[in-house]
């Protein structure tokens, strides 16, 4: 079946540092994709998102790119600190009949060195 | 504001008995709630979507009679797991959403141990 996925489970970055996070969908008629942090032991926070009309999207230190071409998508966290320590989910809205919640991608992992 | 609470955070039971959990959207109306379950080190997994007032959509090898959803309030749903074995313990995540395509804000989620 259809499903969103991570391109690596664990990333590992200097503090300081721009951190990338990659996520590779594969339904194509998917239009919305929203961007979590998790961390231990919480549910996943919001931190953007991006509708398939639009390429780039940017918040506070983070930007979403989206390639439709190669159902690519990927955050961009500038100068990474210890508080963005935590397991990053894409996730698709996956309209399907009356239900239409997300469909997560495997998370990465990521490490902030000191 | 979009603030999610769960309650409660954390439960043990002994297997057979029934647990409710709460999912309430505390500055919003959510027309929409979602129920997740992740097991550790794993992506969520999305169990059910419930709609004010009607009754919840399945996924596809989600018992219904096993896992009970309430949506009764724009701001309140309940998932009710029936005869808890231990193979339901998890990490049941709970979400809710304004309007469609907006995003879903999620709350804390409740650690199921069923002994």
């Known amino acids: 079946g259809e499903s969103v996925g991570l391109h690596l489970p664990t990333l590992s970055v200097q503090e300081g540092d721009n951190s990338i996070i990659n996520c590779a969908y594969s339904n194509s008629a998917s239009d919305y994709f929203i961007w979590y942090k998790q961390e231990s032991g919480k549910g996943p926070q919001f931190i953007i998102d991006?509708?398939?009309?639009?390429d780039k999207r940017q918040g506070q230190r983070v930007t979403v790119l989206l390639n439709k071409t190669v159902k690519h998508l990927s955050l961009q966290i500038a100068a990474t600190q210890p508080g963005d320590s935590a397991v990053y989910f894409c996730a698709e809205n996956s309209q399907r009949g009356g239900a239409d919640g997300l469909t997560f991608g495997k998370g990465t992992h990521l490490i902030i060195q000191p | 504001g979009a603030v999610v609470s769960q309650h409660p955070s954390w439960v043990i039971c002994k297997s057979g008995t029934s647990v409710k959990i709460e999912c309430r959207s505390l500055d919003f109306q959510a027309t929409t709630m979602f129920w997740y379950r992740q097991f550790p080190k794993q992506s969520l997994m999305l169990m059910a979507t419930?709609?004010?007032?009607?009754?919840?959509?399945?996924e596809q090898g989600v018992e219904k009679d096993k896992f009970l959803i309430n949506h009764a309030s724009l701001t309140l749903s309940t998932l009710t797991v029936t005869s808890a074995h231990p193979e339901d313990s998890s990490f049941y995540i709970c979400?809710?959403?304004?309007?469609?395509?907006?995003?879903?804000?999620f709350g804390d989620g409740t650690r199921l141990s069923i002994l």
């Open positions: 419930s709609n004010e007032g009607s009754k919840a959509t399945y």
């Open positions: 991006i509708r398939s009309n639009m």
């Open positions: 979400s809710a959403r304004r309007v469609i395509n907006q995003p879903q804000h």
